[in-house]
């Protein structure tokens, strides 16, 4: 026999072959282990469970503008042309019979016309909001300050929804008049002068101390020349001011004036009077029926046989002439 075929120098040799089995056994499930995720990374197997607090993915936020176009987040929407919310409209408190005789509403602008009944009196408010101040317009009897024709042929001819008679300024020969940006006349004189600016605002000074080229380089977009102002910061204004410079205010007249009640947000009055029916309002009662409404500020137009309001093709309050006076100039909107 042999020394190598002792069988004491087996055991090692067998020892080593099993060791060598079992580390070639192990290697193998593991590379099997790899390979079964690598072919089941492609296939359908259970979703891994989330971990907690995942932040929610949230859409593309988009713009909408008053005109309805769109434009996703990344992009320059057009600019709306209102800097504010439109108010909401009907809410006035009316001291008397209300009847609502037009609600118009569209994407640039909204107004509630409604005819308001006492004893002897008949007046008419219009409530608007707009959404730029350059929708609130004036316009020329055939475009000349000096013509005149009567507020609803003047307003057909610019295509105009709503109307009323403005300040008569083709009458006078003085007052400093821009309209739509456009200076026509600078002759001041001793009244209070409106001014409507590139906001929508009206403020009011002594005419005698305005300086045209001033209010033109400031933007300001319409003056009017009448007067008297008849409120102001929410208050009425004074009787000495208005009785220093008209001599109707002891009479009930039909007017015609404009106020603001917040930015954009407009009260117009155009009152019947001379007539059974409607006898007109004194300045003083104008004043009371403006704060009443909570106008930040109003101001009187040209009133009389002259007092005007054209809606939608006609002529829905009475003026106290038959039929119209012939005037020189409006005040109207247009809609969309």
């Not at 995720?37 to 296939?43: F, P, Q, S, Y």
């Not at 009847?99 to 640039?108: G, L």
């Not at 004036?257 to 954009?264: F, H, Y």
């Amino acid at each position: 026999m042999n020394h190598s075929d002792n069988p004491t120098n087996i055991i090692p040799k067998i020892l080593c072959i099993a060791l060598i089995i079992v580390v070639g056994l192990l290697c193998i499930s593991s590379a099997q282990g790899s390979i079964g995720e690598l072919l089941n990374a492609g296939g359908t197997h259970a979703a891994p469970t989330l971990p907690i607090n995942i932040p929610t993915v949230r859409p593309t936020p988009s713009y909408t503008s008053p005109n309805g176009q769109s434009a996703s987040a990344g992009e320059t929407p057009t600019p709306s042309p209102t800097a504010t919310a439109r108010p909401v409209l009907g809410q006035l408190a009316h001291n008397g019979a209300a009847e609502e005789i037009a609600h118009h509403t569209d994407s640039e602008l909204e107004f509630i016309i409604t005819r308001v009944t006492r004893e002897k009196l008949v007046y008419y408010t219009v409530e608007l909001a707009l959404t730029s101040p350059y929708q609130l317009l004036t316009a020329f009897a055939g475009n000349r300050i000096t013509n005149r024709d009567y507020t609803s042929n003047i307003a057909q001819s610019n295509d105009a929804l709503l109307a009323i008679n403005g300040d008569f300024c083709g009458y006078n020969s003085n007052g400093i008049i821009i309209r739509n940006g456009i200076l026509y006349r600078d002759t001041a004189s001793t009244r209070s002068l409106a001014v409507y600016d590139s906001s929508g605002n009206f403020s009011y000074i002594p005419e005698k101390d305005a300086d045209a080229q001033a209010l033109i380089d400031a933007g300001v977009f319409h003056t009017f020349s009448f007067g008297p102002v008849l409120v102001e910061n929410s208050q009425a204004t004074s009787d000495e001011v208005i009785e220093e410079h008209f001599l109707s205010h002891r009479v009930r007249e039909p007017r015609t004036a404009i106020g603001q009640l917040g930015p954009l947000h407009y009260l117009i009055l155009v009152v019947d009077g001379r007539q059974d029916a409607s006898q007109g309002m004194l300045f003083s009662e104008l004043q009371d029926t403006f704060v009443s409404y909570g106008v930040i500020s109003a101001y009187n137009l040209d009133g009389g046989g002259s007092s005007t309001l054209y809606y939608n093709g006609e002529v829905i309050n009475s003026p106290c002439v038959e039929g119209e006076r012939k005037v020189s100039d409006i005040i109207f909107f247009k809609g969309a």
